[in-house]
């Protein structure tokens, strides 16, 4: 059940055995969600933090004229809200964007790996930390990149966090993503993401079509994007 | 709600809305065409030219082009004498 989730730290670093033993016994509930739910909401009080098992989430924040921001995609491995642990009362929402399955961890779990297992404990903070370079580099993106580099960067994010999960087929990955959830990733309008999606297909470098991201010029790709995936903390070192 | 198909016609071709949004009626699609055509026009002021020559077809489930809206509607331009 959170075999992504240990790919994805063993993308980086060491688990031992008593350690995946401990993630385990921390999963509380395991739920089935659809498309479009709110599973966090902005300034409740959580008591619990969710880990993604399959699907996609985001994290994301309204402006009162209903305009949404999403500010960060989560993938199958992922905490969506790791940091709820300390923050208790989040300043951002959290749904899924397609249908999901999630395991909830409790934070008396939590709790219990800060006091029984100090490396996990870092490893935890090593992957909130990661979320933060990413926050990072879609700040670089909607501040300064251009409409054609920012889907570019998105498409190139997340193959390379999907293929780290084994959700890859090559240079092609499911992304059941609409265009207005693109829009709302990039802070562009789903006429403008179509205009530009458009453009990345013309130039040959990926197509995005029925739910699925298929990338022709990975290089070429990743030129437009200046993708460079050192915020992704590829290298395994132990924390 | 219905669903609103917002297809473009502009210098750099024609892009076909496959996907479509929901919206509440037409008005409301036009005024998603017309957020659009200001964030596509934004970004080709900051590259320093803008065509205005370009228009959003709003069409229906059916394939009915329901109102035409040109990407000069999205802007009122102004310049000193």
């Given at each position: 059940m959170i075999e992504r989730h240990l790919l994805k730290l063993r993308a980086r670093d060491i688990v031992s055995p008593e350690e995946e033993q401990a993630i385990r016994d921390s999963i509380g509930e395991v739920r089935s969600l659809s498309a479009d739910e709110i599973i966090v909401h902005a300034g409740r009080l959580m008591t619990f933090s969710v880990m993604l098992l399959d699907g996609l989430m985001c994290r994301y924040k309204d402006l009162s004229d209903g305009q949404r921001q999403i500010t960060e995609l989560h993938v199958a491995?992922?905490?969506?809200?790791?940091?709820s642990f300390t923050l208790?009362?989040?300043d951002h929402s959290v749904m899924t964007l397609t249908p999901c399955r999630v395991a909830l961890v409790p934070h008396e779990k939590l709790e219990q790996i800060t006091e029984r297992y100090p490396h996990l404990t870092r490893l935890y903070w090593f992957t909130t930390n990661m979320d933060a370079a990413i926050h990072r580099e879609w700040e670089v993106s909607l501040g300064r990149r251009t409409a054609l580099s920012r889907i570019a960067t998105l498409f190139c994010e997340i193959k390379i966090r999907l293929e780290i999960v084994g959700l890859t087929d090559g240079l092609s990955y499911d992304f059941d993503l609409t265009q207005t959830d693109l829009a709302e990733c990039v802070g562009l309008t789903p006429i403008h993401v179509n205009r530009t999606l458009k453009e990345l297909r013309e130039r040959g470098l990926v197509q995005f079509k029925s739910g699925r991201v298929t990338i022709h010029d990975w290089d070429g790709l990743a030129r437009v994007a200046e993708?460079?995936?050192?915020?992704?903390?590829l290298e395994k070192w132990r924390t | 709600m219905a669903r609103y198909y917002l297809h473009i016609n502009n210098g750099g071709g024609y892009s076909e809305d496959l996907e479509g949004q929901e919206l509440p009626d037409l008005d409301a699609a036009r005024a998603a065409a017309i957020e659009g055509v200001r964030s596509m026009l934004s970004e080709e002021a900051r590259q320093g030219q803008l065509d205005l020559s370009g228009k959003i077809e709003i069409a229906d489930d059916g394939g009915n082009i329901l109102l035409v809206v040109p990407f000069c509607d999205a802007v009122e331009l102004r310049r000193s004498e």
């Open positions: 491995g992922d905490f969506a809200d790791l940091h208790k009362r989040l993708f460079d995936p050192a915020y992704l903390y | -």
